[in-house]
């Protein structure tokens, strides 16, 4: 069982890789393969919109941009589930994640559906606030709508919560490994 963990923030000691981190600890403590993919360590350029707009991912379900998006796609197709984490920037995820999903979007649903019917889990880490994490978690859930994919989970971590959630990130990682080997009880 591999379960990918794609995380963005630019702090590698911040309340979003300590969520990404109890998280993965579930995983392992599960006995999942676990595929750490910290997205502002990459090279993720955003989508050009190339051609008429359409581009040629809808053609070929190839982005026409040459750095790392292609390799993090492969290793999300390689992956039973998928966990995204994103830092709440401006009620929103962050920039580097909202580039990832615009093209992975654009090759996902006008093409290759490579990823469709993956059940996902889906973490929004605030450290101001607060405010933003249920519209940064429907954004990025809006881009998994779009792609087949499903958020089996959404979760909020903000500075006033983070005492009791981060330990339960960590059976939560263990809980969705056994909903990945034995099957979901969800309709949608
Ligand atoms: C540009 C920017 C916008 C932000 N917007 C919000 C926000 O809308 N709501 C909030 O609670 N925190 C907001 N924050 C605070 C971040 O969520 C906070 O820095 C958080 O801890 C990010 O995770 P990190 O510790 O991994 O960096 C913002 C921070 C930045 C840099």
């Not at 997205?39 to 991912?57: E, F, I, K, V």
């Not at 190839?62 to 984490?85: N, P, Q, S």
């Amino acid at each position: 069982m591999k379960v990918a963990v794609v995380w963005s923030s630019p702090n590698v000691d911040g309340l979003t890789n300590r969520g990404a981190k109890q998280f993965m600890n579930g995983l392992v403590k599960a006995g999942a393969e676990v595929d750490e993919i910290h997205l502002n360590r990459t090279r993720m350029n955003h989508c050009m919109a190339c051609g008429n707009g359409w581009g040629q991912c809808r053609e070929t379900g190839e982005c026409a941009l040459k750095d790392d998006f292609a390799d993090v796609y492969k290793r999300l197709t390689e992956a039973d589930g998928i966990v995204f984490v994103s830092a709440v920037y401006w009620s929103d995820m962050t920039e580097c994640m909202k580039a990832f999903l615009d093209r992975l979007r654009r090759c996902e649903a006008t093409h290759n559906h490579y990823l469709a019917e993956k059940r996902c889990v889906l973490i929004a880490c605030a450290g101001g606030t607060g405010r933003g994490t249920l519209e940064c978690l429907g954004q990025m859930e809006k881009a998994l709508v779009h792609m087949g994919m499903r958020a089996y989970d959404r979760i909020s971590v903000i500075r006033y919560n983070s005492d009791y959630v981060l330990p339960a990130l960590e059976q939560a990682g263990e809980v969705y490994v056994e909903r990945l080997e034995n099957g979901f009880d969800m309709r949608y």
